[in-house]
């Protein structure tokens, strides 16, 4: 079994990626640019930074299966259906570990804890320090998307005591009493906090755009560790730069990595991560995530279907 896995990692990450396969496996760890030297004897493909498209897909001969993270926006599914190629996601393996940092991107904005930490560091005078903060109890969250990760979301916003809204487009969803499910305008309007929590399609594309920035609270803080094209990034820096909303917790950009120059990185209002939310321990490993991919990979080994396979082949 042949897997090639692209993106950007270090030797150590490389290490641990590797190992978590077994170990008659070939392993090919590469940079996203260099994707066209190993296609061609590839039997899977983990993607990321790269677009698998139907170019892609002619130069893959001995392809049979792709499988993404949590997101797919980055495969055409129809192209790889026609070549009788499995695809599959791993949504919600690591819901808890993005749930958690969403929670953390809140806390330390409204503790102010990236700028408080700097401040002790440069030594500066505590006794002339003046800053704002906040406390989680009794505002109300709103999450857009009620899968695995926004309902875990919910679950650690009730333990701070804040009011939970929801909304989604599967109207099948239910919650309990603690959470009120609402349109997308009433969320909106009424949340101290908007976490996005949706997979990126033609519908979420720039959904956060300037008529979604100006309904929300004028203090209202916005996280995203969805996708970053779901927000309309020039839109959030006028709308951050003009205090139509209280900020930004982003850890997904519309290019990734982030441009060095970009505004979002001079920001006081913005608490930035390098899209680290689903692999918690910064080696861009997660043993939930791998173990679940050898799992598919070894379904489709034994000519069966993948779990979360979001196509059909003969």
Not at 4 to 15: M, R, V
Not at 109 to 134: R, V, W
Not at 208 to 228: C, E, I, P, Y
Not at 266 to 284: F, I, Q
Request: charged letters at 25%.
């Amino acid at each position: 079994m042949n897997v090639l896995i692209t993106g950007y990692f270090n030797d150590y990450s490389k290490q641990r990626v590797t190992q978590s396969f077994p170990e008659n496996w070939t392993i090919q760890i590469v940079e996203p640019q260099r994707i066209e030297e190993f296609i061609s004897e590839a039997n899977v493909l983990i993607p990321e930074h790269i677009e698998v498209d139907e170019a892609l897909l002619n130069k893959a001969q001995q392809l049979k299966f792709v499988q993404t993270g949590a997101g797919f926006d980055n495969v055409d599914i129809e192209a790889c259906s026609k070549r009788n190629i499995w695809v599959s996601n791993a949504a919600g393996v690591n819901a808890n570990a993005v749930a958690e940092h969403i929670m953390a991107l809140i806390l330390g904005y409204y503790k102010n804890i990236s700028f408080l930490d700097q401040f002790m560091k440069n030594k500066g005078d505590e006794t002339k320090l003046e800053y704002t903060g906040s406390e989680l109890l009794g505002k109300t969250i709103g999450t857009i998307g009620f899968g695995a990760i926004g309902s875990r979301v919910a679950e650690l916003a009730k333990a701070f005591k804040m009011n939970v809204l929801a909304y989604d487009t599967n109207k099948n969803i239910q919650s309990n009493n603690d959470v009120e499910l609402v349109d997308l305008d009433t969320l909106i309007r009424n949340s101290d906090v908007i976490t996005i929590n949706i997979f990126l399609n033609e519908s979420t594309r720039n959904l956060v755009d300037k008529t979604f920035l100006k309904q929300m609270k004028s203090d209202a803080l916005l996280v995203n560790t969805a996708r970053g094209p779901i927000v309309c990034e020039d839109d959030l820096i006028e709308a951050l730069e003009n205090n139509v909303i209280g900020g930004a917790c982003l850890d997904v950009f519309a290019v990734e990595p982030l441009d060095l120059d970009s505004k979002l990185r001079t920001l006081k209002n913005v608490v930035l991560t390098p899209h680290s939310a689903g692999m918690p321990d910064g080696t861009k490993f997660h043993e939930a995530r791998y173990r679940f991919f050898v799992q598919n990979i070894e379904r489709v080994m034994r000519n069966e279907s993948p779990q979360n396979n979001l196509n059909q082949i003969k």
